[in-house]
């Protein structure tokens, strides 16, 4: 069992919403950890679906880009939506 | 026996089953084989003590008395506790408790199934809402058999002996006692004969796809029911009821 798998554990908490990465854990094969999945992360009715990936399918930034990844977004803030007025009924933006 | 003490010990008796299952399962807190199965095991156990808690509500009721689901668990001794023998018996590893929960859930499964359609509207519901739970726990101790059964040579070895064993505790959730046949004629309990030839015909075939042998003895421990009981259950009573029986009353 040392041998297992690291999993990727994503839940969709409510329909229309996305699943969201709520951790990570052992499993030998997909079944074993959609299970595990609903036993350590959805027992207390958090979710409605689970997605699991196997950890090592999942690529990442590389922490040193981090200045030219995400720094140029600071300073524009044309970029976000503050200039218009938003209809009342639109709660996500 | 009165239809009405019929129907308490009926309720007792299924109250025990799990109440006691739920004690075991409990017992691997901490001592899991991965910390996932090891919250997989204990979610299970909360499921059969939630389901014990309906039951010994209902008793309560049946009784007409003012006892809690506290009194009949922590203050009556082995000789007052109905459950099968199976659900006592000791966690042993992995294997032994994989295949005592196997065992257990089939025949729970398809006994709840039955017991919803009693004519008894509070067992019928109570049956309802348990059987999604059990839906889980076969699938989740069936995969094990499966993965274990046909995994390794040690893996296989260790649940071929554990059913090898627990093999002669099964008869017994099929024995009908007058308990059973007075319930039954008024079409509220269920009739446990009939359930054994879907039980074995599930079973068996798992077993086959897991490469295990059922072993063709038909010979039963039998006794749990009527309140005679392996040593084992004094052990979990002991344990059980040591805190409400030393300072009774107390409460956190």
Redesign the interface.
Known sequence: ?KN?PLWEVFIRSKQGLNHIHAGS????DA??AI??AR??YT?RNEGISIWVVESKYIHASNPEDQGAFFDPANNKVYRHPTFYELPEQLKHM | MTKQEALLKYVLRLADNVSILGHRLGEWCGHG?????D??MT?IALDCIGQARNYYQYASKIEGIDKTEDDYAYLRDPLDYYNLLIVEQPNKDFAYTIVRQYFFDVFHFLFLQKLSDSKDKQLAAIAEKAIKEVTYHC??SG?WVL?LGDGTDTSHEKMQHAIDILWTYTGEMFLMDEVDEILLKEKIGVDLIGLRQEWLKIVSEHFKEATLTLPETTWSQKGGKQGYHSEHLGYILADMQYLPRTYPGSIW
Not at chain 1, 25 to 28: K, M, P, S, Y
Not at chain 2, 33 to 37: F, T
């Open positions: 069992m297992w854990l052992h499993a030998a079944e074993m299970e595990n036993d350590v027992r | 084989p991965v910390l996932e199965q919250i997989a979610n699938k989740w995969d993965r």
